[in-house]
C-alpha cells in the first residue's frame, strides 16, 4: 500500500471512529468535551507535548443573535401601527429603543464577533487541544495548524434552499437599521406636528409590508438554528484527521529548528470563541508565528479555497494565501484563492494581528453541500481533498524550514522562549 493510501485510510479511521464512538459534539457538550479529550490522547501518541486547555464561554447567545433582529422587526410593526392609529409619540420612542438596541447587537455580535451580549447567557465550559512537535535545535520558527473539534446544530432551511437562507439572515438585518432611520425621522416629523412619513400612504405601504412578512419571520425564528446537533464529519472533523495524520508524519521526520503546534479549537461554531482565548492567552508566543486553520476540506466536488479576507472586510494573510496556492499549482491541485463571507478561527488569530490563514472547501461555484444539516457524514466525504490539504500543508512546513519563502522576510524568526 502506498504512502496516499495508508494517510487516506488513516484519515477515514480517525473520522469514522470519531463518529461511531462519540457522535455530533454540540459546543460546551459532554460530547464536545469527550472528544477534545479524544485528541489528546491521540496527539499524545504522536507529539512531544499535548495537553487540553479549558475556557469559559456563554453558548447561549448564538441562537439569541440569530433570531433577535427577527423580533425587533416583529415588535417594532406593532408599535408602528400603535403609532399609526394614535398618533402617541410613546409609540415612536419605545421602538426607537429596540431599533436601537438591535443595531447594537448586530454590530457587535454579529458583524464584529465581539461578545456584547454574551455576559447574559449562561456561563459554560469547552476546551482547546494542543499538541507540540519541539525542533532538535534552537526554535526559530513556529507553524500553528488548527482546526475545531465542535459540530453545529442544523440549520433546517439549509436543507432547502441556501438563498432563503441567505434572505432569511441578510433582510431583518437590513429592515433593523432601515427602520432605525425611519424612526429618527419619524420623530423629527412628529417634533414637527407632521404623523406620517411624508403623506399617509408612505407610512401604510410600509406597514403593509412589514406586516406581510411577519409570517416569513416567524418561520426564520423556529427554522433557522434547530436543536438537533449534526454529526459535522466535514465541518469539521476532516481538520482532526489532517492535524493527526501530520502528527503522525512529523514524529518521523523531526524539523531542525521549526516548531510545530497542532490545535483544536472548542466553540467555534458559535463565534470562534475557542481560537480568541487560545490566541489571546499564547499571544507572546504566536504574535511572530505563521497560523494556517482547516475547515470543512472534504465536502465532494469541491476545491480548496486559500482565505483572503472575512466577513466584515477581516484580512487574513494574503502572503500565506499566496504561498499555499504557489504549491497547490505545483502539485495541480485544483483551488481557489478569494474571500468568504463567513468566520473561521483564523478570524480571532487576525483580530490579535498574528499572521493567519485558512484553507476551506468550496465549489468552483456555489456554494457548500450539507453544510450545518444532518447530511454532514462520512458518506458524503471525497477523501482525495483532505490529500491534498496534506500533501499542500507538509510542503508549506518544509519551504519554512528551509527558508525558501518569501514570509519569513516579514520577521517570522523567533528566539528562545
Given at each position: 500500500?502506498?504512502?496516499e493510501s495508508?494517510v487516506?485510510?488513516?484519515m477515514?479511521f480517525v473520522i469514522?471512529?470519531?463518529c461511531?464512538c462519540i457522535?455530533?459534539r454540540?459546543?460546551?457538550s ?7 479529550q479524544?485528541?489528546k490522547?491521540?496527539?499524545?501518541e504522536?507529539?512531544?507535548e ?9 453558548p ?8 433577535l433582529?427577527m ?8 408599535f408602528?401601527?400603535l403609532?399609526f ?7 415612536l ?5 429596540i431599533l436601537i ?5 448586530i454590530q ?5 464577533n ?10 459554560e465550559?469547552s476546551t ?5 512537535l519541539?525542533?532538535?535545535g ?11 473539534h ?13 438563498k ?5 439572515m441578510a433582510l431583518?438585518?437590513?429592515?433593523n437599521?432601515f427602520?432605525l ?9 412628529h417634533s ?5 412619513l ?17 409570517p416569513f ?5 423556529f427554522?433557522t438554528?434547530?436543536d438537533?446537533?449534526?454529526m459535522?464529519?466535514n465541518?469539521n ?8 495524520a501530520?502528527a ?13 503546534w497542532?490545535?483544536?479549537?472548542g466553540c ?6 475557542g481560537s ?12 511572530d508565528?505563521i497560523?494556517?486553520?482547516i ?9 480548496l479555497r486559500?482565505?483572503t479576507?472575512?466577513l466584515v472586510?477581516?484580512k487574513?494573510?494574503?502572503?500565506i494565501?499566496d504561498?499555499?496556492?504557489?504549491i497547490?499549482?505545483?502539485l495541480?491541485?485544483?483551488h481557489?484563492?478569494?474571500m468568504?463571507?463567513?468566520?473561521t478561527?483564523s478570524?480571532a488569530y487576525a ?5 493567519s ?6 465549489p468552483e461555484?456555489?456554494v457548500p453541500s450539507?453544510?450545518?444539516?444532518r447530511?454532514?457524514t462520512?458518506?458524503n ?16 512546513i ?12 516579514k520577521?517570522l524568526v523567533?528566539k528562545q522562549?
Open positions: 500500500m502506498g504512502e495508508k487516506k485510510e488513516y477515514r469514522q471512529d470519531i461511531e457522535g455530533p454540540p459546543p460546551c459532554p460530547e464536545e468535551a469527550e472528544c477534545a479524544y485528541l490522547e491521540r496527539l499524545g504522536l507529539v512531544d499535548a495537553q487540553i486547555e479549558e475556557f469559559i464561554c456563554h447561549g447567545s448564538y441562537r439569541a443573535q440569530f433570531r433582529p423580533l425587533s422587526i416583529m415588535c417594532v410593526t406593532l408602528y401601527w403609532y392609529l394614535f398618533q402617541n409619540a410613546l409609540f420612542i419605545i421602538p426607537l429603543c438596541a438591535a443595531v447594537i447587537i457587535t455580535n454579529i458583524m464584529l465581539v461578545e456584547f451580549i454574551d455576559p447574559l447567557f449562561k456561563k465550559r482547546n487541544v494542543v499538541g507540540k519541539y525542533p532538535e534552537e526554535v526559530e520558527r513556529r507553524i500553528v495548524i488548527g482546526g475545531h465542535d459540530s453545529n446544530w442544523e440549520f433546517p432551511i439549509l436543507r432547502k434552499s441556501w432563503l437562507f441567505g434572505l432569511l431583518p438585518i437590513i429592515l437599521y427602520l432611520a425611519a424612526f429618527v425621522l419619524k420623530l423629527i416629523l414637527l406636528s407632521n404623523p406620517y411624508f403623506f399617509l400612504e408612505l407610512d401604510l405601504t410600509f406597514l403593509i409590508f412589514l406586516t406581510a412578512f411577519i419571520l416567524i418561520y426564520g425564528i427554522n438554528v434547530s438537533r446537533p449534526v459535522g464529519a465541518d472533523l476532516t481538520s482532526l484527521a489532517v492535524i493527526l501530520l503522525a508524519h512529523l514524529k518521523k521526520t523531526r524539523l531542525k529548528n521549526t516548531e510545530i497542532l490545535v483544536s479549537h467555534e461554531e458559535i463565534g470562534d470563541r480568541k482565548r487560545f490566541s489571546r492567552k499564547h499571544l507572546d508566543k504566536l504574535i508565528a497560523v494556517i486553520n475547515d470543512m476540506i472534504g465536502g465532494k466536488n469541491t476545491q486559500f482565505i479576507s472575512e472586510f477581516t487574513l494573510s494574503s502572503e494565501a504561498e499555499l496556492a504557489k497547490a499549482k505545483g495541480s491541485i485544483p481557489q484563492k478569494k468568504i463571507g463567513a468566520y478561527d478570524f483580530q490579535n494581528k498574528i499572521q490563514c485558512s484553507i476551506v472547501g468550496f461555484k456555489g450539507h453544510y450545518h444539516t447530511e454532514d462520512i458518506e466525504l471525497e477523501f482525495d481533498n483532505l490529500w491534498d490539504c496534506f500533501q499542500i500543508l507538509l510542503k508549506f518544509d519551504k519554512v524550514e528551509n527558508e525558501e519563502t518569501f514570509i519569513l522576510k520577521s523567533i522562549q
